[in-house]
């Protein structure tokens, strides 16, 4: 098979990551997710959580007219997208690998071989999947749904100009509710060998 990179944007509770985990196992290839996170942790000598929580802070449209130079905690969330924007590109160049969010999709657009995928499923079923795969309370889903998504789409908006699920920046889009975590992985598998076998 020829090299390849596949992106996977996800809406949270939709087990993006775990579809993920399983198409990497199914191909053979590698996944980065979090393993991003700590290398820009170790590079700019933070704490994990710190660059984690950057990454999680939702900016508001109004920040920008309050002030016009930016704001330290926007200084900072600028700085480790540069630092994860070299380790994508690096981790693209290197082998065939999948990418999980940070933009990946956006940062890879034009590249050979690159497939952009967006997950996701209805609120219900995100609902489910919180309580039922992750363990969580009702009230802590709904919180956190709200809360990841509106994060997730303010850091992408930001970063590559449009939202994760944006059709136009999108070759596939999936509601992983329809086949599950296992069937959804074996339908891109299926897709990434038609597109890519040599």
Known sequence: MEKF??????EFGSL??????E?????????YDRDIVEEVANKLNLPVSTVSNEEEKSRHSFLPRMFPLGTDEE????????????????LAKKTSC????????????????NINI???????????NCVDTLGMTESEAK???LS????????????????????????????????????????????VHQLFES
């Open 118 to 128: 967006f997950i996701y499923a209805s609120y219900e079923k995100r609902l489910q």
């Open 143 to 145: 919180r956190m749904i």
């Open 16 to 21: 993006g990551r775990s579809i993920a985990r």
């Open 23 to 31: 198409l990497s196992q199914i191909l053979g290839v590698e996944f």
């Open 5 to 10: 990179t596949i992106t996977i944007t996800r």
């Open 148 to 191: 990841v998504d509106r994060a997730r789409n303010a850091y992408h908006k930001k970063y590559a100009g449009y939202l994760p699920g944006d059709p136009e920046h999108k070759q596939l889009m999936i509601d992983s509710s329809l086949l599950g975590v296992t069937g959804t992985a074996k339908l891109i598998a299926e897709i």
């Open 98 to 113: 999948i990418l999980v969010g940070r933009c990946s999709d956006f940062l890879l657009e034009k590249e050979k071989n």
């Open 75 to 90: 200084y900072m969330q600028d700085i480790i997208f540069d630092v994860q924007k070299d380790i994508i590109l690096n």
